[in-house]
């Protein structure tokens, strides 16, 4: 458990609620828009737990064209993040780095990235929070 929650501080975009089981939240956000900019998504995957312990999956869909939003909720045991990397299963749905996979209702896709450029990232300042990636509860 220590070894994944020691690479997870190294490694922002990776998973980091290893031994939680209660009052934590993380997600992912993607921002989507086409070249003709005529279409607009935010796509959030993540894991909630309630101060009950109480835990759900989720994958939230924004259109910022339509002004919509779509809260698709999904058991707990369906969240699969990979301890040594950037990837995460919610039941057909994929995220990474480099892939986006959604199977949901009213939304499907399976999408590429290439040519990603890392957010600069140090010993003292590992991701976009700099150094209080180290202050807990942040």
Known sequence: MMKKKLKALF????????????????????????????HAFAIIPGIAMDRNGIKQAFIQVL??????????????????PDPSKFEVSIEDNFFSKDRLKLN?????????????????????????MGPFSFVPLL
């Not at 997600?27 to 086409?34: C, H, P, Q, T, V």
């Not at 064209?65 to 045991?77: G, N, P, Q, S, W």
């Open 104 to 128: 949901l209702p009213t939304i499907k896709a399976d999408l590429q990235f290439k040519q990603m450029k890392p957010w600069p990232s140090s010993v003292y300042s590992p991701g976009i």
């Open 63 to 80: 259109d910022g064209k339509k002004l919509t939003a779509e809260y698709h909720k999904f058991d707990a045991h369906s969240f699969v």
């Open 11 to 38: 490694n922002p975009s990776n998973y980091h609620g290893w031994g939680k089981s209660k009052r934590y939240f993380e997600g992912w956000y993607y921002k989507l828009i086409n070249l003709d900019e005529d």
